[in-house]
């Protein structure tokens, strides 16, 4: 799978979590995947990502998140996407700016290489 564009991935990526689609996220990286939800542990190549989204999709939370910047050179682009998880009763329970890195595949598809939930968000150390 992947996205058309980087622009469709934040709303894409926010969708299919909301509709607990775990396959359909898994999709949305590319084999050689890093992720990170705190910049200390990693998750590397599908498996390790599948663990971290049934982990993720495991709490009754749903999802917002929008595009602050996309730039784009050739195959690559960088993204930095605003997001918040909703607990039950819609209060924000935690919430950050990632920032993602993408490239597009041979099929035209664009698939997360780089995801760091909280890379622009966290205190700088």
Do not use: H
Not at 79 to 102: A, H, P, Q, T, Y
Request: charged share 30%.
């Amino acid at each position: 799978m992947g996205v058309a564009t980087p622009e469709d991935m934040a709303e894409t990526f926010v969708q299919r979590f909301n509709d607990r689609d775990a396959a359909g996220m898994l999709a949305l990286y590319a084999p050689e995947a890093i992720f990170t939800m705190d910049g200390e542990t990693y998750a590397r190549g599908a498996d390790e990502i599948k663990g971290v989204i049934d982990q993720l999709l495991s709490a009754p939370s749903t999802m917002k998140g929008k595009y602050d910047s996309v730039l784009v050179a050739g195959d690559t682009a960088v993204c930095k996407l605003r997001w918040e998880l909703l607990d039950g009763e819609g209060w924000i329970s935690m919430d950050g700016v990632s920032m993602e890195v993408l490239r597009r595949g041979d099929d035209g598809k664009w698939r997360f290489i780089i995801d760091d939930a909280t890379g622009t968000s966290r205190a700088a150390e």
